[in-house]
Each structure stands twice: as structure tokens, then as C-alpha cells.
Nanobody, 124 residues
Framework: VQLQASGGGLVQAGGSLRLSCAASGFTLDYYVIGWFRQAPGEEREGVSCIDIGSNTYYADSVEGRFTVSRDNAKSTVYLQMNSLKPEDTAVYYC???????????????????GGQGTQVTVSS
């Protein structure tokens, strides 16, 4: 079982990035996927969640700027990040939970699998 986040990089404030979360070793269709981020010296925080019906949830800090989507045929979940701000700088992670809905989605410890992160740096 593996989750791999990719697509991070260095971007100027106001720019965009699209992160990908590639799943292998399990059937993505049956899993809720959460996106998290962790900045240096900060706790890991929930950014977004997408359930098996593609219902989506966002942290207030990214609502209206980030969009999560999933392509089960490609076993991949995406996080489109627009209007990036310096405070979005962090390592971004994805995690998978076998379930129907994004209940208590912002709690990392409730997920079954977590992947390696990808660094996002937004310059001012």
C-alpha cells in the first residue's frame, strides 16, 4: 500500500500548483482521501477532503482557492491550488481512510494510510 504526493514546487504569490496523490496497492474507489499540510514548527493541519461520492470539504483558510478532485480510474486524487499565499508554504501530504464520508476529516490519526509529502513554497 502506498500513497505518493507530488507536484509541489516554488511559486510566486498569486500563482497556482496542482498536487497529485497517487495510490497503489488498494482500490481508491472505497477510500476517503484527505489532504494535510505541515509548516515548519507547526502542527499538521487538514486542508481538504473528498469522499467516495466526490463530496468535498475545505479548511476555511483555503476555501475558494483550492479544489480537490479524484480520478478513480487513475487511482489519483488532485489538489488544485490557486491564488497561493506565502502562508500556504508547507509540506503537503495525502492520506486515505476506508469509509464513506469525510467525518472528522481533519484528524490525521483517523486515516488508515498516509503518504510521503511534497514541498510547496510560495514566495512573496
Amino acid at each position: 500500500v502506498q500513497l505518493q504526493a507530488s507536484g509541489g514546487g516554488l511559486v510566486q504569490a498569486g500563482g497556482s500548483l496542482r498536487l497529485s496523490c497517487a495510490a497503489s496497492g488498494f482500490t481508491l474507489d472505497y477510500y476517503v482521501i484527505g489532504w494535510f499540510r505541515q509548516a515548519p514548527g507547526e502542527e499538521r493541519e487538514g486542508v481538504s477532503c473528498i469522499d467516495i461520492g466526490s463530496n468535498t470539504y475545505y479548511a476555511d483558510s483555503v476555501e475558494g482557492r483550492f479544489t480537490v478532485s479524484r480520478d478513480n480510474a487513475k487511482s489519483t486524487v488532485y489538489l488544485q491550488m490557486n491564488s497561493l499565499k506565502p502562508e500556504d508554504t508547507a509540506v503537503y501530504y495525502c492520506a486515505a481512510n476506508r469509509g464513506l464520508r469525510c467525518a472528522r476529516w481533519s484528524r490525521w490519526g483517523l486515516y488508515d494510510y498516509g503518504g510521503q509529502g511534497t514541498q510547496v513554497t510560495v514566495s512573496s
